[in-house]
Every structure is written in C-alpha cells, then in structure tokens.
C-alpha cells in the first residue's frame, strides 16, 4: 500500500513539474515524450487533484487558465476511460447527456457552417459573406446556455465537495469564449475592412469552443459522474429548464435508478423514507438511519476533509466539546486557537502523508477523562480523503470491574 501511495505521490510531483515547466516557457513537443514516458494514463481525479495543488502553492487562477488549453494538448490521448456497470451519461435526459447533445450540435454548428462560411469569406469579403458569418456567431452565442448551467448548477455540486480549481478555471475559459464571440460579432456588424483580423479572432473563438468540448467530456464530466449523488443530478435536471437550453433540447425525462434501490430496499423489509436511501458494500440505509446512528454512537465525531476542511460532525445527546453549525465549511486550523495552530497543522500533515495513521490525547475536562483519537480516512487505493476525530468520555469505561454477562439481566 505505502508502495502505491509513494508513487501516486510521485507521479502528482513530476505531473506538476511538468505543468510549471508549460508555464515557463517550454512547448508542448518538448514537455510530451517524458510526460508520455511517465504515464500510461491519467484520471480525472489526478488531472483535478494537480490544478488544486498549483493553486494552493500560490500559482494564480490566470495562470493556469491562460494555458489550460496547453494541458488540454497535453492530456489529450492519455486520460484514462472510465468504464461504470451502468453509464448515467448515457440515459436520456440525465444532465450530462444532455450536455453532451449540446456539444455534438455546437461541433455541426462549427465544422458545417461556421468554417465553411470563414473559408468564404477569407475568398470575398463581400455583404452577404459578412452576414452569413454575422448569423453563425449570433447562432453560437447560445452557447452561453451550456456554459451557464455548468457554471451555475454543476459547479456549485463540485465545490461543495471540495473541487475548485477545475471550476474556476474553466469557468474563466468560458468567459474568454464569450467575450470573442462578441467581439467577432461586433466586427461583423461594424465590419471596416479588417477580413484578417476578423478570421483570426473567428478561428480563436470556435477552437476555444472545440477545446472545451473536449476538457467537459474527458475531465469535467467524468470527474462530476464519480462525485456527485443521483438526488444531486436530479436537481440538475429540475433546474436546467429555468437556464435554457443550446441548440437542442434534452432527449427525454430522466429518472434517477435510485427508485430501484428502494425497491430492493422494500423487498428487504425496510420501507423508503424521503430522500432516498444509500447503498453500501455491506448494506443499504436511509439518511435518516444514517443520521441517527452516528448520533447514537457513545462517540463525537468531526470529519475534516482532505483539503482541511470541516465538513460533517455528529450531533450526539451529551457532545463533549461544542459544535456549532457555523463550523462547518471552515479550515479545521481556524477553529483552535492561534497558540496551538501549528500543532494542528503537524498532525494534519503526518496524517495526510502517511507518516502516522492516527494520532492519541487525552485529557482532563471537569469530572470527564477525555479520549481524542485522530485517524486518516483513506480509501481502498490508499488516497487520502480527510481525518477523522473521535472523542469519548472514557471514565465509565475505565470504571468497569469485574464481569456482566447478558444472562445476569
């Protein structure tokens, strides 16, 4: 396991060295061949996980978004395909699905009118050339529907789980492509003469467009599918229809697969409740029962994710330190004090690492013996996914003499 986790971690390393070296000044044909001598193939979550890491070591959003079509070219090849018993992304009507539509009619849109029409008018530059072009990009600019319901209802999804950087810098690829379809469109309706710099700033804007399908389909989209919950789609899917749609229409009503599971739930003996129920490797429960086990738990618990976040903790009768709601969303440094905020950061960070799997305290609070455990979560892959803290009142346990067996009662 270490073994894997050594060289994911290394493979990360060199995956950014790369990157900084494209930002430096280097050509895609000279960062390739040791970029292809590295990997066989690159996941969405790495791809994800490496633009996050440039920006909290202090690289600007900018930076990475002016070349994000560099990394585009790079990657191009080599993301690994995601192969899923079932393919949400396949069924009608499923947000995704519907995207994927809008791309395929944006790509018609480019490579049956809009090029064609460029070749046309870099031969004569004549009115009805001009017009012809000025109608394809007032066309493309429905554009703008696509990219607002990925900005505005995925994106949020993916932030909530910690992903940030992607969004942020795709969402200010999108915004450059607006801008250049109203600048073309605004040179065509004011055309002067300029027919270069009108099929230059053409050119530019429909290969950004282009380049953008690709970066939804081979790393947003795959990397929202493995993230986001069927009920989270769902709400995708309600809310589309006040946003609009580009160039076509969902091709049906999608029907999360979830209702299934709740059959199976009821062949089981358990009834549905709201919301839905949750499968696991062992089991399948509501969030209700979810819910009401971790506050049944003799325990306190607090889950940090694995950018240092907080992001749930139990709610259990008689919680030994306070948790206020306010917690939630905020660093886990900035909820101790300034005095022990680096021994807050050293524990994170031989957790995180692998250096320690859990760390141990225990303490003194008023008539309680308090037992403080962290442990780094992990996953079958050895990934870091956050920390977990469990606290326990140990003084009745430590109490405990003798024997009690269940047939004393």
């Known amino acids: 396991m270490s073994e894997f986790i050594n060289n994911r971690e290394y493979r990360m390393k060199v995956l950014k060295e790369l990157i900084k070296e494209l930002h430096s000044g280097k050509t895609v044909e000279e960062v390739k061949p040791r970029f292809e001598e590295l990997i066989k193939g690159v996941s969405t979550e790495e791809i994800a996980n490496m633009e996050q890491a440039l920006i909290m070591e202090g690289m600007p959003v900018e930076e990475i978004q002016r070349l994000c079509d560099v990394h585009a070219a ?198 549905p409740v709201e919301g839905g129920y949750i499968k696991f490797e062992t089991g399948i429960l509501s969030q209700q029962e979810i819910e009401a086990i971790f506050n049944t738990l003799p325990v306190d618990i607090t889950f940090v994710d694995k950018d240092g976040i907080v992001k749930y903790f139990s709610q259990g009768k008689e919680r030994i330190f306070a948790r206020p709601k306010a917690v939630l969303g905020r660093r886990v440094e900035n909820c101790h004090p300034p005095a022990s905020m680096h021994i807050v950061q050293k524990i994170v960070e031989d957790l995180r690492t692998g250096k320690k799997d859990h760390e141990d305290f225990w303490i003194k609070k008023g008539d309680k013996y308090v037992f403080i455990r962290y442990f780094a979560v992990r996953d079958n892959a050895g990934q870091f996914l956050g920390i977990l803290e469990v606290t326990q009142d140990i003084k009745p346990i430590q109490e405990i003499r003798g024997e009690k067996r269940l047939l004393d009662e």
């Open 74 to 271: 790079v990657f191009k090849g080599s993301i690994e395909e995601i192969h899923r018993p079932q393919r949400p992304e396949d069924v009608p009507g499923h947000p995704v699905h519907t995207f994927k539509l809008e791309n395929r009619e944006l790509e018609k849109l480019i490579n049956a009118r809009i090029k064609p029409h460029i070749k046309e008018f870099e031969v004569s530059d004549s009115p009805e050339n001009v017009s012809k072009l000025a109608q394809d990009f007032n066309t493309l600019w429905e554009v703008d529907k696509h990219y607002a319901r990925k900005e505005n209802l995925l994106f949020p999804f993916l932030e909530k789980y910690g992903i940030t950087a992607p969004p942020k810098v795709m969402w200010g690829v999108d915004d450059e492509i607006r801008d250049g379809i109203k600048e073309v469109s605004s040179m065509l309706s004011n055309y002067r003469g300029n027919k270069d710099e009108v099929i230059d700033k053409a050119n530019q804007v429909i290969d950004k467009v282009i380049e953008m399908i690709f970066k939804e389909e081979n790393i947003l989209f795959p990397m929202a599918l493995n993230t986001l919950s069927e009920d989270e789609w769902l709400k995708i899917e309600e809310e589309s229809y006040e946003i609009g749609y580009c160039l076509t229409q969902p091709a049906g009503k999608w029907h999360p697969t979830r209702e299934n599971v709740e059959q199976k739930a009821q062949l089981q003996g358990q009834q």
